[in-house]
Nanobody, 111 residues
Framework: VQLQASGGGLVQPGGSLRLSCAAS????????MGWYREAPGKQRELVAT???????NYGDSVKDRFTIFRHGAKNTVYLQMNSLKPEDTAVYYC??????WGQGTQVTVSS
């Protein structure tokens, strides 16, 4: 499956962004999809995952601020990011299954 991530940009602290990850095929059969991020000089880390059954998991630093959800009919997974902080600045990648990664979208949180 090919993934196309979009929605990144520059936002002020406290602001919101919604990232989208569009898959090239149906996501109904993909057990888990997720978002990861990589900041300069840091390892790639988990942001959030969602299973085909709707179960979600979040990294500790984004709990209660970010929400992951999937729209099966659109073959798309979203990441709603609220109350953004400068430390959320990173390249965000979507992932489907074990091996399929999108190209990344830059999120910069700065005043």
């Amino acid at each position: 499956v090919q993934l196309q991530a979009s929605g990144g940009g520059l936002v002020q602290p406290g602001g919101s962004l919604r990232l989208s990850c569009a898959a090239s095929e149906s996501i109904f059969s993909i057990y888990v999809m997720g978002w990861y991020r990589e900041a300069p000089g840091k390892q790639r880390e988990l942001v959030a995952t969602i299973t085909s059954g709707g179960s979600t998991n979040y990294g500790d630093s984004v709990k209660d601020r970010f929400t992951i959800f999937r729209h099966g009919a659109k073959n798309t997974v979203y990441l709603q990011m609220n109350s953004l902080k400068p430390e959320d600045t990173a390249v965000y990648y979507c992932k489907a299954g074990r091996y399929s990664w999108g190209q990344g979208t830059q999120v910069t949180v700065s005043s």
